[in-house]
T-cell receptor, first 115, second 112 residues
Framework: NAGVTQTPKFQVLKTGQSMTLQCAQD?????MYWYRQDPGMGLRLIYY???????DKGEVPNGYNVSRLNKREFSLRLESAAPSQTSVYFC??????????????FGPGTRLTVL | QQPVQSPQAVILREGEDAVINCSSS?????VHWYRQKHGEAPVFLMI?????EQKGHEKISASFNEKKQQSSLYLTASQLSYSGTYFC?????????????FGQGTILTVHP
């Protein structure tokens, strides 16, 4: 099993460009998440999908959109990239979200720089 | 609101013990602990649920004080492999139902 995979691993964009970060999991998990990690800020939730067909905003959703394409795949789109979106982006998945949230499995991350 | 971790950084020698604390201003349903090594993804350590249930690795111990909304991670007889950044994540009720909110992290360095 590959676990959680993310593409690309590195990306450099110019301000105003758009791009989509791809994430896929092969563990048959119901819930998937997108986080960004900035120095000294820990991990901040951008969007999550508790189950196939649903998505919900996290702490820092502005400037991002997501699509839960199917149970395996959850993509994150930056429509018009800004320097403030320079960060490391992690995708994660778990069996379920909610009160009894299970452990989350993280992908290797995408290092994005916006010039 | 982000949970607060303390201390921000700890330096140990192999074999020494450390405690990392996590505190929230919200009523919590569960606390999660993760470790992240430099340049890598976070890795799950433990979940502590309201009511006392715990799920996680046998060699890791932690506590969850539901009344104080605080959790502590206990690292005993530290090894070089324990080095990394430790994050607590909290699941609270109300409008943040189901969302895991992470603290800012505690950097642990273990020297030989």
């Amino acid at each position: 099993n590959a676990g959680v995979t993310q593409t690309p691993k590195f990306q450099v964009l110019k301000t105003g460009q758009s791009m989509t970060l791809q994430c896929a999991q092969d563990m048959n998990h119901n819930s998937m998440y997108w986080y960004r990690q900035d120095p000294g800020m820990g991990l901040r939730l951008i969007y999550y999908s508790a189950s196939e067909g649903t998505t919900d905003k996290g702490e820092v959703p502005n400037g991002y959109n997501v699509s839960r394409l199917n149970k395996r795949e959850f993509s994150l789109r930056l429509e018009s990239a800004a320097p403030s979106q320079t960060s490391v982006y992690f995708c994660a998945s778990s069996e379920a979200a909610g009160i009894s949230a299970n452990e989350q499995f993280f992908g290797p991350g995408t290092r994005l720089t916006v010039l | 609101q982000q949970p607060v971790q303390s201390p921000q950084a700890v330096i140990l020698r192999e074999g020494e013990d450390a405690v990392i604390n996590c505190s929230s201003s919200k009523a919590l349903y569960s606390v999660h602990w993760y470790r992240q090594k430099h340049g890598e993804a976070p890795v799950f350590l433990m979940i502590l649920l309201k009511g006392g249930e715990q799920k996680g690795h046998e060699k890791i111990s932690a506590s969850f004080n539901e009344k104080k909304q605080q959790s502590s991670l206990y690292l005993t007889a530290s090894q070089l492999s324990y080095s990394g950044t430790y994050f607590c994540g909290t699941v609270a009720g109300g409008t943040s139902y189901g969302k895991l909110t992470f603290g800012q992290g505690t950097i642990l360095t273990v020297h030989p």
